[in-house]
C-alpha cells in the first residue's frame, strides 16, 4: 500500500514540475518572440508550482508511510 500511495505522489509531483517548467517556458518563450512586457507574476507562479513538485518529490516517501500508518499490510 506504501509503495502505491508513493507513486502517486511522485506522479503528482512529476506532473506539477512539467506543467509548471511548460507554463513558464512558453511565458518567457511569449515575451521573447512578441516583444511583450514580461509578466513577472505568471513566471513566479510556476516557479512556485515547480518548487512545490520537488518538495513533494523529495517528501513523498515520509509522506506516504505516514498516510499509511493506520492500514496493516
Known sequence: M???IRMV???VAAGLIVIGGLNATL???RHW???TNLNVWFCLLWVVLIVL???LFLKATALASRLTDDFDE
Do not use: C, H, I
Request: proline share 0%.
Open 33 to 35: 518572440l512578441r516583444q
Open 9 to 11: 505522489l511522485w506522479l
Open 27 to 29: 511565458e518567457l518563450t
Open 53 to 55: 513538485g520537488v518538495v
Open 2 to 4: 506504501k509503495r502505491a
